[in-house]
């Protein structure tokens, strides 16, 4: 069993910035992608970014790069989320995920944890 716990998750006007922390519990996170997904409520979850577990190349939606940054800790079993520029419509519930065996997060990945809320006020 594997849990996910995010963090960083709240109030920040548009144009902010927000640091987003996940820690993984449970069991070695060898060949584990470790990553982001958010959903707002009445739309579909969709993915932001991910990376892998080594050489930890990272990967983004179009919509966030060069204002996204994902890095992890592997010995902590830590995958951050640093969100610049931040824009009202990104206020979403931020989701942590891991999917075995892969470089990359499905939008329906093995593991997720309970969400952090992002509100970016206009």
């Known amino acids: 069993q594997v849990q996910l716990v995010e963090s960083g998750g709240g109030l920040v006007q548009a144009g902010g910035s927000l640091r987003l922390s996940c820690a993984a519990s449970?069991?070695?996170?060898?060949?584990?992608?470790m990553g982001w997904l958010r959903q707002a409520p009445g739309k579909e979850r969709e993915f932001v970014a991910a990376?892998?577990?080594?050489?930890?190349?990272?990967y983004y939606a179009d919509s966030v790069k060069g204002r996204y940054t994902i890095s992890r800790e592997n010995d902590k079993k830590t995958v951050y989320l640093q969100m610049k520029s931040l824009k009202p419509e990104e206020t979403d519930v931020y989701y942590c995920?891991?999917?075995?065996?892969?470089?990359?997060?499905?939008?329906?990945?093995?593991?997720w944890g309970q969400g952090t809320k992002v509100t970016v006020s206009s």
């Open positions: 990376i892998g577990w080594s050489p930890g190349i990272p």
């Open positions: 995920a891991a999917h075995c065996n892969s470089n990359d997060i499905p939008i329906s990945p093995d593991y």
């Open positions: 449970g069991r070695t996170f060898s060949n584990y992608a």
